[in-house]
């Protein structure tokens, strides 16, 4: 045998990894720019999502297309599950929230100042949908306290920096219980204590009622897993409705709230 180098041999005689598919670093470095540039259409995306999600819903489409409400629109037109309506909705508020602070702060359109899809994630949104106005509030702060250091307002790198960590900062805070109504007197002037005294009974049976939903919801994946869809997993909760007195379309709604934790997943519409 020749001593020439045996090919895929290293200069050390040890065979080179082996490229599946003859893709190399050349393949490599175009597949990442590829990927790359997906992803900022995405991110793009998501911001022309919430915007135009805005405008639907403020239009009130649902009605002129004949629908009962958004989430059977957003069912019907777009095949998106009623939790994913919503969140939707959050996501746009959120957005709308946000993209008001900073051109208010520091005069600056956020289509190419801060990026949705990494800054508010789904997860994200469902955990700030019901603290926007303290996320805004600490945006509002950290961007007036970058421009008077910087003499200017910040530039938009830095308006996205300041929007990412302040969404970490706040989701990362124990949530602030809400305060108790202001109210002196009940409704027709009835006994304040008596009224009050309703109130936190309500909201109790309130919490119990979401409590056994979700129990319901649970029940509900043990025979039907969250990895199919409601029209498959439909047949097997209306059996299982039958035998515990209940209906498929009350038992995927609890499914869809263990799975997202979103309470309206299990209210009307």
Same mark, same amino acid.
Do not use: N
């Given at each position: 045998?020749?001593?020439?180098?045996? +090919?895929?041999?290293?200069?050390?005689?040890? $065979?080179?990894?082996?490229?599946? &598919? %003859? =893709?190399? @670093?050349g !393949? *490599?470095?175009?597949?990442?720019?590829?990927l790359?540039?997906?992803?900022?259409?995405?991110?793009?995306?998501?911001?022309?999502?919430?915007?135009?999600?805005?405008?639907?819903?403020?239009?009130?489409?649902?009605?002129?297309?004949?629908?009962?409400?958004?989430?059977?629109?957003?069912?019907?037109?777009?095949?998106?599950?009623?939790?994913?309506?919503?969140?939707?909705?959050?996501?746009?508020a959120?957005?709308?929230?946000?993209?008001?602070?900073?051109?208010?702060?520091?005069?600056?359109e956020?289509?190419?100042?801060?990026?949705?899809g990494?800054?508010l994630?789904?997860?994200?949104?469902?955990?700030?949908?019901?603290?926007?106005?303290e996320? +805004?509030?600490?945006?509002?702060?950290r961007? $007036?306290?970058?421009?008077?250091? &910087? %003499? =200017?307002? @910040?530039? !938009? *790198?830095?308006?996205?920096?300041?929007?990412a960590?302040?969404v970490?900062?706040?989701?990362?805070?124990?949530?602030?219980?809400?305060?108790?109504?202001?109210?002196?007197?009940g409704?027709?002037?009835?006994?304040?204590?008596?009224?009050?005294s309703?109130?936190?009974?309500?909201?109790?049976?309130?919490?119990?009622?979401?409590?056994?939903?979700?129990?319901?919801?649970?029940?509900?994946?043990?025979?039907?897993?969250?990895?199919?869809?409601?029209?498959?997993?439909?047949?097997t909760?209306?059996?299982?409705?039958?035998?515990?007195?209940?209906?498929a379309?009350?038992?995927?709604a609890?499914?869809?709230?263990?799975?997202?934790?979103?309470?309206?997943?299990?209210?009307?519409?």
């Open positions: 045998m020749s001593g020439g180098r045996r +090919t895929g041999a290293g200069r050390d005689g040890r $065979a080179s990894p082996a490229q599946p &598919g %003859g =893709r190399g @670093p !393949a *490599a470095r175009r597949l990442t720019g590829e790359r540039a997906a992803i900022e259409e995405v991110r793009s995306a998501v911001l022309v999502l919430a915007g135009r999600v805005r405008a639907a819903h403020r239009a009130r489409v649902w009605t002129v297309r004949g629908y009962g409400g958004w989430a059977a629109y957003a069912g019907a037109e777009f095949g998106v599950s009623r939790s994913t309506a919503y969140r939707l909705l959050d996501l746009a959120a957005a709308e929230a946000i993209e008001a602070t900073v051109r208010r702060e520091a005069g600056l956020l289509s190419h100042a801060w990026d949705t990494l800054v994630p789904v997860r994200a949104v469902v955990d700030l949908k019901d603290r926007i106005a996320l +805004t509030d600490l945006i509002a702060e961007l $007036a306290d970058a421009g008077a250091s &910087g %003499g =200017r307002p @910040p530039d !938009a *790198a830095v308006v996205a920096e300041i929007v960590r302040s970490a900062d706040v989701r990362s805070r124990p949530d602030v219980p809400t305060a108790e109504p202001a109210v002196v007197h409704p027709d002037s009835r006994d304040t204590e008596r009224w009050h309703c109130v936190a009974r309500g909201r109790d049976l309130a919490r119990q009622r979401l409590d056994i939903r979700r129990e319901l919801g649970l029940l509900a994946l043990q025979v039907a897993p969250g990895y199919l869809c409601d029209r498959e997993a439909e047949e909760l209306g059996i299982l409705g039958e035998e515990i007195g209940s209906t379309e009350q038992l995927l609890a499914r869809r709230y263990a799975l997202t934790g979103d309470p309206r997943a299990v209210e009307a519409p």
